[in-house]
Antibody, heavy 127, light 107 residues
Framework: QVQLQESGPGLVKPSQTLTLSCNVS??????????WTWIRQYPGKGLEWIGY???????NYNPSLRSRLSIAVDTSTNQFSLRLSSVTAADAAVYYC???????????????????WGQGTVVTVSS | DIQLTQSPSSLSASVGDRVTITCRAS??????LNWYHQQPGKAPALLIY???TLYRGVPSRFSGSGSGTEFTLTITSLRPEDVGTYYC?????????FGQGTKLEIK
């Protein structure tokens, strides 16, 4: 069973770059079968999908964040990371790393779902 | 982006009750609809994917139905551990989106 654990600074100054890492255990980031995903949850509880790197290395970012966002996988440490530049107060949230699994629906298509989640890390943006 | 609207935003029910939550999409998403349950202080957990397929280990009192733009999550015989917030999520478009959540409390 895959387990995920976020790490990174809990406090970031406005205009700086937020960098978070996600340690993967119980599986390998390059073994296939998952899209390595970041999601955030605002204090008012809304969930926002940030983006993912697929098991083939392709990237898919939320267009609202694309110009500031970078997601990468490090096979040497079995981790994946998020970098978000030029942060503002609007970026304050709980950040979750997650594993998006998928399964064939036959002729219907491929079903994607987020089946593993980290515990979440709180990010505050303040000077 | 595809918008998902859940109703109600909150509800209170008694142990043993049948509960239904609705999720409406701003455009057709076929059957690319998942449901999650978030207990207080925890990360969301997958309940159902592809509208009606129970994720492993999820009790059979949970069920999902629908297609196109209207979907429902039903909990038969509500249990105390079912409290928390329920979210729908679509994977039809490349920009995944979530509903705003339905908070379920026990009377």
């Amino acid at each position: 069973q895959v387990q995920l654990q976020e790490s990174g600074p809990g406090l970031v100054k406005p205009s700086q770059t937020l960098t978070l890492s996600c340690n993967v255990s119980g599986g390998s980031v390059n073994s296939g079968g998952f899209y390595w995903t970041w999601i955030r949850q605002y204090p008012g509880k809304g969930l926002e999908w940030i983006g993912y790197m697929s098991d083939t290395g392709s990237l898919n970012y939320n267009p609202s964040l694309r110009s500031r966002l970078s997601i990468a996988v490090d096979t040497s440490t079995n981790q994946f990371s998020l970098r978000l530049s030029s942060v503002t107060a609007a970026d304050a949230a709980v950040y979750y790393c997650a594993a998006c699994g998928y399964t064939s629906g036959g002729s219907t298509g491929v079903w994607y779902f987020i089946d593993y989640w980290g515990q979440g890390t709180v990010v505050t943006v303040s000077s | 982006d595809i918008q998902l609207t859940q109703s109600p935003s909150s509800l209170s029910a008694s142990v043993g009750d049948r509960v239904t939550i609705t999720c409406r999409a701003s455009e057709s998403i076929s059957k690319y609809l998942n449901w999650y349950h978030q207990q207080p202080g925890k990360a969301p957990a997958l309940l159902i994917y592809a509208v009606s397929t129970l994720y492993r280990g999820v009790p059979s009192r949970f069920s999902g139905s629908g297609s196109g733009t209207e979907f429902t999550l039903t909990i038969t015989s509500l249990r105390p551990e079912d409290v928390g917030t329920y979210y729908c999520q679509q994977s039809y478009s490349t920009v995944y989106t979530f509903g705003q959540g339905t908070k379920l409390e026990i009377k």
